[in-house]
């Protein structure tokens, strides 16, 4: 997300997910968990994940992480690693 410098001008001072985002994110975990075989929905979560976080430009990758830390609780843990 751009958000404004003090200016009033784009810049890239600042970026943090939506709560939108995140909850995407969690949901998707979510779902793969839910919809793998019996005895598999540990694997289905860690691979959904690891395939996220593999889409991650690395300019932003790090502040995606924190994010999924601080935010892991509220989240059902499913960015747990």
């Known amino acids: 997300m751009l958000l404004p410098d003090v200016e009033g001008h784009c810049g890239l001072s600042r970026w943090e997910p939506s709560d939108a985002e995140l909850g995407a994110a969690a ?3 979510k779902a793969a968990r839910a919809a793998a075989p019996h005895g598999e929905a540990e694997a ?3 691979l ?3 395939w996220q976080r593999e889409q991650l430009p690395e300019a932003i990758r790090e502040l ?3 994010d999924q830390r601080l935010r892991n609780d509220i989240c059902w843990s499913v960015f747990d690693c």
Request: hydrophobic share 40%; proline share 0%.
């Open 48 to 50: 959904e994940r690891h």
């Open 64 to 66: 995606v992480l924190d």
């Open 27 to 29: 949901y998707a975990i």
């Open 44 to 46: 289905a979560r860690q």
